[in-house]
């Protein structure tokens, strides 16, 4: 009996319909999490998941699941998020959730009974673009952190979680952590170059690297930028140019899978004839192996203490988000190669260095992750691309496994 397909074209034509919420230029999206953009591609998304039968549940933290009550037990779980980053592509995120639907339509059309019932989630806030640290519903959802913790984050535009969640009509009534699934395994686009550079369709992911996110607010004096010498400036722009420059150089030292980035510089009064009085950066710093980590992150310390004297300043650091490196469970990674190799697709395994809501359920049940290529490796870019037939084989991919975990016994 051939191996059940997923209809290619109907996957297609949704990542389409939901990239039709909130475009950019270029071909993307902006659809920041609690926005009214996000809300728009909730609602459409809830709209398919009615129409397909599932029981849709929210819960306190705005995490949507849709469950297909079939069989019994735990569910089998996939899903990712739908929210994006100001600068988004149409597949982060948005791939998984609707593959899992994908899955799920196939099932009910083919006659598939699976033993266990098929469940997909959009989590909450995955990119924590908007509200930090990222993954965050997810987290929520394993007990990671409290829902009440978690509703009084604040936005880098201000407004406070809970309430934006309210606004939105996304405050479930449902307590975190919610019971674990049986397993969960989460379908996206690699975002990187490596599947694309190996030529290979079909990654079965071994883990997610380690991720430091820290806000660091530089504190100077502003002044005149005619009439003040500079050796009376407390000017907090060298500092930040240092530290930035700092960090680059320090990946580049480290080499490995050393990435450190500065993505956010907020510079006050931010006026042409002013010197600055404060300025706010952020540093995303990662590594798949913790101990060189926590070794970046000293060094930064230090470096940052070293530029407070030197400048004359005061410098503050606030721990944005902090993961340690994620090792997924074997057993899922093989079911996912095997299914990836027997359906015909060159497979290989790789670590994750972007972020995933798979990190997080790896703390509940067993899981992992499967790949499919990014064009040039682009992604948090609204021209990024993987191409029909590659989505299609990793939907078909999705398929089989979740099948198969729902008859994997984990004891
Ligand atoms: O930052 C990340 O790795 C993910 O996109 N949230
Ligand atoms: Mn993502
Ligand atoms: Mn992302």
Known sequence: MPAPQVNGSRLMERIMALAEISPIPGGGNCRLALTDEDKLGRDLVVTWMTDLGLHVSIDAIGNIVGT????????????????????????????????GLEVIETCQQLGIAPQRPLAVAIFTDEEGARFAPDMLGSLVYVGGMSVEEALDIRAIDGPRLGDELERIGYAGSIPCPQPSPHAFVELHIEQGPILESRNIRIGAVTGVQGISWTEVTIIGQSNH???????????????????????????????????????????????????????????????????????????????????????????????????????????????????????????????????????????????????????????????????????????????????????????
């Open 225 to 411: 930028a005619g009439t003040t010498p500079m050796n009376l400036r407390r000017d907090p722009v060298v500092a930040c140019s240092e530290i930035g420059k700092f960090v680059h150089d320090l990946a580049l030292r480290y080499s490995g899978n050393q990435v450190c980035t500065v993505g956010k510089i907020d510079i006050h009064p931010n006026l042409v004839n002013v010197v600055p009085s404060q300025v706010v950066m952020t540093l995303d710093v990662r590594n798949t192996d913790e101990g060189l980590l926590q070794q970046a992150e000293a060094e930064i310390s230090r470096f940052i203490v070293q530029m407070a004297e030197r400048e004359n300043l005061v410098i503050n650091t606030r721990t944005l988000s902090r993961f340690e490196p994620v090792v997924f469970d074997t057993r899922v990674i093989d079911i996912i190669a095997n299914h990836a190799s027997s359906q015909g697709n060159s497979v290989d395994y790789l670590p994750s260095g972007a972020g995933h809501d798979a990190q997080m359920l790896a703390r509940v049940c067993p899981t992992a992750m499967i790949f499919t290529q990014s064009q040039n490796g682009l992604s948090h870019n609204p021209a990024e691309y993987t191409s029909p037939e590659d989505l299609e084989a990793g939907a078909n991919v999705l398929l089989a496994t979740m099948l198969t975990l729902c008859e994997t016994s984990f004891d």
């Open 68 to 99: 297909w009550e079939v069989g019994s037990g735990a569910p089998v779980m996939t899903g990712s998020h739908i929210d994006t980053v100001k600068t988004g592509g149409k597949y982060d995120g948005n791939y998984g959730v609707l593959a």
